[in-house]
T-cell receptor, first 113, second 111 residues
Framework: DTEVTQTPKHLVMGMTNKKSLKCEQHMGHRAMYWYKQKAKKPPELMFVYSYEKLSINESVPSRFSPECPNSSLLNLHLHALQPEDSALYLC????????????FGSGTRLTVV | DAKTTQPNSMESNEEEPVHLPCNHSTISGTDYIHWYRQLPSQGPEYVIHGLTSNVNNRMASLAIAEDRKSSTLILHRATLRDAAVYYCILNYGGSQGNLIFGKGTKLSVKP
């Protein structure tokens, strides 16, 4: 298995809702990442987990809450989002460090209404 | 993180070679040069990476200048499927490194 699987592919949520994005990989990678990508912009790094511990939080608002329950799974919990949070949310995994290539999922297209 | 400079866009004809340039004049000795591409409506895809020597794989070749201040991604025969945004990224090859994307080059391939 050489893929990163993200679910759901599309999500529409209200500003008072709570939802979660899920990311899964079975390549034995011990680093996992969340990126946010607005239309026609490059991906922006949000969080990095290394060996299931949060190692980087790029000053992301607390309405985004990451979780790494085990080495194969990464979640992003969403609460009280704003319309400007609408974006493509990408998950990636790799062996720790940037010597190795990252494998990205296809993303979750999030719309906040 | 060290910065990279890429042209905003490039055009190529199908079945011809494509040379995508990247300038990184502030690169440090421990920075790896990574290339990713993103096809429409998909996540980024790893293409190739290197440190000092030229690198080849089944997708592309990476030519690194001797002073490491620039590099070129070479697609040997462009296909319509190669139309994408290509990102050149530098980062420290340490255990806590991460990839920070710049603006990239949008490659169009004409039949």
């Amino acid at each position: 298995d050489t893929e990163v699987t993200q679910t759901p592919k599309h999500l529409v949520m209200g500003m008072t809702n709570k939802k979660s994005l899920k990311c899964e990989q079975h390549m034995g990678h011990r680093a996992m990442y969340w990126y946010k990508q607005k239309a026609k912009k490059p991906p922006e790094l949000m969080f990095v987990y290394s060996y299931e511990k949060l190692s980087i939080n790029e000053s992301v608002p607390s309405r985004f809450s990451p979780e790494c329950p085990n080495s194969s799974l990464l979640n992003l919990h969403l609460h009280a989002l704003q319309p400007e949070d609408s974006a493509l949310y990408l998950c990636a995994s790799s062996y720790p460090g940037t010597v190795y290539g990252y494998t990205f999922g296809s993303g979750t297209r999030l719309t906040v209404v | 993180d060290a910065k990279t400079t890429q042209p905003n866009s490039m055009e190529s004809n199908e079945e011809e070679p494509v040379h995508l340039p990247c300038n990184h004049s502030t690169i440090s000795g421990t920075d790896y040069i990574h290339w990713y591409r993103q096809l429409p409506s998909q996540g980024p895809e790893y293409v190739i990476h290197g440190l000092t020597s030229n690198v080849n794989n089944r997708m592309a070749s990476l030519a690194i200048a001797e002073d490491r201040k620039s590099s070129t991604l070479i697609l040997h025969r462009a296909t319509l499927r190669d139309a994408a945004v290509y990102y050149c990224i530098l980062n420290y090859g340490g255990s806590q490194g991460n990839l920070i994307f710049g603006k990239g080059t949008k490659l169009s391939v004409k039949p």
